[in-house]
């Protein structure tokens, strides 16, 4: 039985009935700007892409079959075969794959994927954990780490249930592999919400968050999913394991931590109980345009220290403030507004447009203390030199927040080479970590003999600083776009490392990060990692090569 | 060089210059209420204690005493010997010390440190990292883990420096040896401070802090130590690891939060990086009245769920209420407020007095923040049944919340067994925790021959659920009183663990929680943080014999 997970494009992302045409306007502009080709083939069908052969002998699963729903069928290897990077939407595109899982597993039971780690430990069998596979550091990849050991990836898609919802604690218990929507709308029933919406919401998993340590564009007010997280259940070869489960403690290291963000090193984490909040009833936004990004940051630094944060707010450069603009098919009232207000206002008080920085912020919560934190975050902008714009340009983009990933695909249609990556450090270290990786960006793609389109927002506030997002865009090498690719991320992220930024602030490290990773937590701390791998996964077979070599 | 750490009674708590007498009412009372004796005999001279004999031979050290000040006098020992549970409180009276470190080692920079790590590993010497030596669950007793083994005890003192201090980002780096108020005042100079105010604050250090997990009064407001710790360096006999840094990661599990807890089974934290917040500049505080525990606990409920937290608040259970009371001097502003009201307001209203239970809250930050806060949380406390007392008995908490640990020793002297306990569970498992615990210490007391006095405190709020503070007190077994505290608290133990609490909120393990901190995480748990130790320590001379076996 095939489990109904939700329906997704096999080549790239998201729903097959959606698609977000870019405006026609932004089109010309980006084939202009970056000298595009316009075209980028893609192989049609799914069942015609080549794979490396089955490793797994007529009779090797056979044990298993009888508790578990195995698969190897050519589709269903494609799509279990990687996450969403760009390597990978080039690789899918191309329709020759060099590495897929030999069999997918659906376990239905804790009983079943107990059995199945306990059966691929005894027969070295690597398993690689699978929830939504929107990884975007090769992080589902069915890597096999040595030798010819054959790659059970192992889906998350039939541990879906809702176990328990506790009103009076306000905490839920789910099996990790329900997808977002399914999550919130079962805890809507009582009016409870998680919170956690990364972009990847609607095809991503409670335990894809868990174990990348996943940031969504609420965390600035909710929390990340770190601090979400009460407990967990976790399955390796020889044990299932219970962590956590209080508000907090004092008992020791906090083995929960030890589990956010293992990607799959250290067992599968099967439930997870979760905390919540009452589903938000008034949901107050504002827009907001600065001089520079420089008093953007400044601005948004004092509303760091502010006890009650926005739940969601976002600073754009000027470059990403001008493409949001692009974007605005014209005529649209976020369009006409900024223009308006643009010209008239904006220069009068010294906020040039074009050249001024976007910023976007959100209150989710009850009626009278989100309308009263709006209130006092609008005044205190206002009193930091920036210009309110009203609603509209942040009601646009809270409806358009799960669209943007589409646009990748179509900047891939148009031959551009387009990704995404995000950073975090100190606000005393995030100007020199901005100007640097922003100048990687754009010095290592026009050596690669493209223009650059290089665009960053501030995607979350800490007391002590913030994550810078971004996106770069260029044209694709039309022969080997993956070594292109990659020499533009090592530049980006050796600039990360020398300027102080952490190599992920919520992607992970999957194998794509690997390198920068051991070297941002030195030996000794890889070390200690392997040491609790080696303790938990004695036999190695849980996602080699991701996370540590 | 002896360092110039705070004065501190060798034998109970505090300051040698202050003492703060219990009310001559309330000692009449308990005198009366649990038949005490009136006097325990308390050896007076500290160069007199009989210690077991040094085992390190005369030329034994001399290898580090080149780099490093050593001192093994009685009264260095002495200091060094144990914290302040009631067990370390017990065998100090009596002038008789089991165990006691054969050396005491100050290290005064890094480099020493590490050599004195090294030589140590070497040598089969055991480390016991001691900060302030407040440890509350033998944390600091020189065990020796195995065989015959020289125990050092490994005085933080010399390393006490700020290091940096980052306003820009609210950030501090200092070394981990110092004081609560040194660090405060260091901070204060930049109107920053880190906001944590554990009831031992004056004599214990960062580094103690870090290594046990601690909470301090204002932790529902200004998070727990674990929030406030950005990064920190470790040293152990092979590395010198440095961990953390960035204000979110999501590169691999949060390292920070394996040493946080760790009481040195991992490393001694030589630096630690903070989180800070603006000094506050006002703090409204308020005292309401409950009917009861339960309608207490469900008003408290309701607060957790806000977006902006009281920095402090607490909810006295009946009998807690009643003897904080009892402790006010009578023609105090308290108590003549509090029977005002009593008699009136309260009875009129159905809150009987006494029989009521007591909330104390407080607001530290900005002025326009914390006031509408405040206001707030009145407003809110009033809707769910609590009257309104003002401002003067929160007062009277705050000027005397780092007293109360002066009236154990008084409390001793008159030959009670006083001690304290804490606990964490969600809102829905409280009222059970509750009475299951109270009921096994009053049962427990009661069959150890006194009379029983048991009071409760919620101390920290969290979405999910909040901590139960018990403070029991009864007549001490005049001939084995350590055997009589023993079973009373395996008792509490048991119905902790059975009622779903976690076996300490912020005193941390040592080894007087040792036996049910393995319960609490399990073998697997347990085999996972032994592996961690195991790599970081393969000699395993750092602490044996503190949380884990
Ligand atoms: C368009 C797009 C937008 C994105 N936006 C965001 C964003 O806003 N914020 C964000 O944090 N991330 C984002 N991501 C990245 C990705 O969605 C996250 O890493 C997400 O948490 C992955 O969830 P998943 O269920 O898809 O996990 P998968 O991709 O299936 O797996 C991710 C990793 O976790 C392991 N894993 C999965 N499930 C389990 C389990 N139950 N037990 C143990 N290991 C497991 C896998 O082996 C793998 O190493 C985005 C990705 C895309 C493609
Ligand atoms: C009266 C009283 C009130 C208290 N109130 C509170 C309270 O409100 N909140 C609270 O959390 N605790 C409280 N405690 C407990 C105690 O104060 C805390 O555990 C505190 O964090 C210990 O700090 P310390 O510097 O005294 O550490 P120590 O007692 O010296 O050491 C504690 C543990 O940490 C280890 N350690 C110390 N320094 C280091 C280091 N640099 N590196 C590695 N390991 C190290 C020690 O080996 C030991 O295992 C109280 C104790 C007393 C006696």
Redesign the interface.
Known sequence: MKPDTPESRWWGWGSPGRAYPLPESARDYLVRALDLPGRWPRHENIETVELPPVRFGRNDLASVAASCTLLSDTATRVRHAMGRSFRDLVRLRSGRLPVAPDCVAFPGSGESLRRLLATAAERDWVCVPFGGGTSVVGGVEALNGAGDRPVLTLSMAQLRRVLDI?P????ATLEAGIFGPELESALARHALTLGHFPQSFEFSTLGGWVA????GQGST?NG?I?DLV?GLQVD?P??T???G???????????V???????GR?GVIREVTL????LPRSCPVRAFLFRSFAEGCAAL?EIA????RPTVIRLSDETETELFLRLSPPGTTVKKLVHRVGTALLSRRGVPLPGSCLVLFSFE?EE??TD??AR?TRRALRGLGGVDLGASPALKWRSERFAHPYLRDELLDLGALADTLET??????LPGLYAAVRQALRRAIEESGSAALVLCHIS?L??????LYFTFIGRADQIDPLTQWQRIKDAASEAILRA??????????GYE?RPW?EE??????A??????A???DPTGILNPGK??A
């Open positions: 506790d009076t604690s306000r905490t990348t340590r996943s940031a007010g990340r770190d009460v390796t020889q044990h394991t219970r962590v489960g209080f508000p907090a403690s004092a008992a020791g290291p906090d083995l931590s030890l589990y956010l963000g293992s990607e250290l905390r919540l909040r009452p630094r220290a502010r006890p009650h919560g009278g203390s009263s934190a006092d975090c450090t100190s606000w005393s270290r979350h800490y007391a002590d600083g913030a994550s102080g930024g952490t190599i992920t602030h919520h992607h992970a490290v990060h990773f941002e937590v030195g030996a000794a701390g070390d200690l990692l392997r040491a609790a080696q303790e938990a996370l540590l």
